[in-house]
C-alpha cells in the first residue's frame, strides 16, 4: 500500500507565498516522478509542475518563474514553493506519484490542499 499526503495548503493575499510539501509512504521501491496538479471550480485538473528522479523540472507556463518544485529523496518529499501568488491561483493542489514497487509502476494521489488567494 502506499500513501500520498499533501500539507501546506491555505488563505494567502495576492503577492504572498505558500510552500506545499507532499510525502508519499508504504510500499516503495523507487520513486519514479512526483508532480503537482491543481483544480479549481468548474475547471478541469491541471498539471502544475514536475520533477524527474533525475532533477528535471518542467512547470505550466502560468506559473514559471513563479513556482518552484524541488525533492527531498531521503524523505520521499517533494515541495511547490509559490512565489508571487495570484487569485487565479487559487484551488485544489494535488500531488502525484509514479511509484515503483513489487507490483510494478503506478500513480498515487493525495487527498489534496485548498490553496486561496485573496485580492
Known amino acids: 500500500q502506499v500513501q500520498v499526503a499533501e500539507s501546506g495548503g491555505g488563505l494567502v493575499q495576492a503577492g504572498g507565498s505558500l510552500r506545499l510539501s507532499c510525502a508519499a509512504s508504504g510500499n516503495i521501491w523507487r520513486i519514479i516522478s512526483l508532480d503537482w496538479y491543481r483544480q479549481a471550480p468548474g475547471n478541469q485538473r491541471e498539471l502544475v509542475a514536475s520533477?524527474?528522479?533525475?532533477?528535471?523540472?518542467d512547470y505550466a507556463d502560468s506559473v514559471k518563474g513563479r513556482f518552484t518544485i524541488s525533492r527531498d529523496d531521503a524523505k520521499n518529499t517533494v515541495y511547490l514553493q509559490m512565489d508571487s501568488l495570484k487569485p487565479e491561483d487559487t484551488a485544489v493542489y494535488y500531488c502525484?506519484?509514479?511509484?515503483?514497487?513489487?507490483?510494478?509502476?503506478?500513480?498515487?494521489w493525495g487527498q489534496g490542499t485548498q490553496v486561496t488567494v485573496s485580492s
Open positions: 520533477i524527474t528522479s533525475g532533477g528535471s523540472t
Open positions: 502525484n506519484a509514479e511509484i515503483a514497487n513489487w507490483r510494478g509502476r503506478g500513480n498515487y
